[in-house]
């Protein structure tokens, strides 16, 4: 820590801060090594733990990104969910952003040809992940998430035939053409 001196060439005298002992040699719960400083919103807290499932904190868990694309006609905007997640509760998001994407990706043609797909692809492989994992044991009180319908039981889902129907004719017409 660099310890503020006078101003050269000035009567004016800037006082000498020093930390307080407790804030440079205590590690508070493992944040960070002694003699470190810790800023002051993180005393007290612990590090975030990954032991269960973001939604349940059931056990087993698997960390995988999920997307949703919603396509905006010359843009789109993207969401991504990025947390450890158990069976039962990953399943229900995979289905919900899937969906999601199925009827509101396909509008721009960026989201067409590029985004969409690879949200699709992204979270079909998410999907097997989270099927490879055994059946979750959520803690007393704790419920997982419902995973609802399958995604091609969802009417939401057939709303990508409308776009997918006019790219099938554009393609047809520029290879006619």
Not at 14 to 22: D, F, G, R
Not at 65 to 72: A, D, K, Q, Y
């Amino acid at each position: 820590m660099t310890t503020p001196t006078p101003h050269s060439g000035d009567d004016e005298f800037v006082p000498e801060y020093v930390a307080p002992a407790w804030y440079t040699t205590q590690p508070w719960n493992g944040i960070a090594a002694a003699n470190t400083p810790i800023p002051w919103h993180a005393l007290g807290r612990t590090a975030p733990s990954e032991s269960g499932c973001h939604s349940c904190q059931a056990h087993p868990v698997t960390r995988t990104e999920i997307r949703s694309h919603t396509g905006l006609i010359l843009w789109g905007q993207t969401r991504t969910v990025n947390q450890p997640l158990c069976r039962q509760c990953g399943i229900a998001l995979v289905r919900t952003m899937t969906t999601r994407t199925l009827w509101q990706g396909w509008w721009g043609l960026l989201s067409l040809f590029f985004h969409t797909p690879a949200a699709l692809l992204q979270n079909r492989a998410a999907h097997r992940q989270f099927t490879a994992l055994p059946a979750p044991t959520p803690p007393p009180g704790r419920k997982s998430l419902k995973p609802g319908k399958p995604v091609l039981l969802r009417p939401q889902a057939y709303i990508a035939l409308i776009p997918l129907a006019g790219a099938a004719v554009l393609i047809a017409l520029l290879v006619a053409g």
